[in-house]
T-cell receptor, first 115, second 115 residues
Framework: DGGITQSPKYLFRKEGQNVTLSCEQNLNHDAMYWYRQDPGQGLRLIYYSQIVNDFQKGDIAEGYSVSREKKESFPLTVTSAQKNPTAFYLC??????????????FGEGSRLTVL | DQQVKQNSPSLSVQEGRISILNCDYTNSMFDYFLWYKKYPAEGPTFLISISSIKDKNEDGRFTVFLNKSAKHLSLHIVPSQPGDSAVYFCAAIRSVGYNNNDMRFGAGTRLTVKP
């Protein structure tokens, strides 16, 4: 089945530790995104990548880093510099130009809790 | 700066009745609007969209209405079914020369359909 796989679903981290969230897609989509969801707020864009080996900061990139070495993979690292990392993280992909403007395909999400 | 607002965090309706979910936006450059549906422990999935050249788009039990002058859109579900119980996100984008990284999401409305 085609889709987006995020892992782990739940993750606990101690303050000061970096943690990496995995996102893999087999939809052959060019673009991939990381969003953060907090209670009472809409999804906010952290980073996005339109093609392999290229990525751009979103609205709330501080304290996060990404890489896009393969088309299928877009891991997100939450660094110790992120002041409030406890949140629900969503990875998404899309294929602009397919005629379906704006439709994103989401993974099931990863919930990060900092202890 | 929340450019897309869903002012009702929750909505409860009886099975068989109409559900109306509302969304307001502030950026007049938005010209394409989407609704996503999210079940617990799953990622959001695309539901229905509308271009600003239309004022209505219908897909089965789901209809989205757009009032450009009021910068308001609504999602109607008729008849509502218990399986429609989920969180619904409104999203907006500027489609001309678009990039999905410019998509803005509302905070979501949790719909509960009671049997």
């Amino acid at each position: 089945d085609g889709g987006i796989t995020q892992s782990p679903k739940y993750l606990f981290r101690k303050e000061g530790q970096n943690v990496t969230l995995s996102c893999e897609q087999n939809l052959n989509h060019d673009a991939m995104y990381w969003y953060r969801q907090d209670p009472g707020q809409g999804l906010r864009l952290i980073y996005y990548s339109q093609i392999v080996n290229d990525f751009q900061k979103g609205d709330i990139a501080e304290g996060y880093s990404v890489s896009r070495e393969k088309k299928e993979s877009f891991p997100l690292t939450v660094t110790s510099a992120q002041k409030n990392p406890t949140a629900f993280y969503l990875c998404a992909s899309s294929n602009p130009g397919t005629g379906h403007t704006g439709e994103l395909f989401f993974g099931e999400g990863s919930r990060l809790t900092v202890l | 700066d929340q450019q897309v607002k869903q002012n009702s965090p929750s909505l409860s309706v009886q099975e068989g009745r109409i559900s109306i979910l509302n969304c307001d936006y502030t950026n007049s450059m938005f010209d394409y609007f989407l609704w996503y549906k999210k079940y617990p422990a799953e990622g959001p999935t695309f539901l229905i969209s509308i271009s600003s050249i239309k004022d209505k788009n219908e897909d089965g039990r789901f209809t989205v209405f757009l009032n450009k002058s009021a910068k308001h859109l609504s999602l109607h579900i008729v008849p509502s079914q218990p399986g429609d119980s989920a969180v619904y996100f409104c999203a907006a984008i500027r489609s001309v020369g678009y990039n999905n990284n410019d998509m803005r999401f509302g905070a979501g409305t949790r719909l509960t359909v009671k049997p």
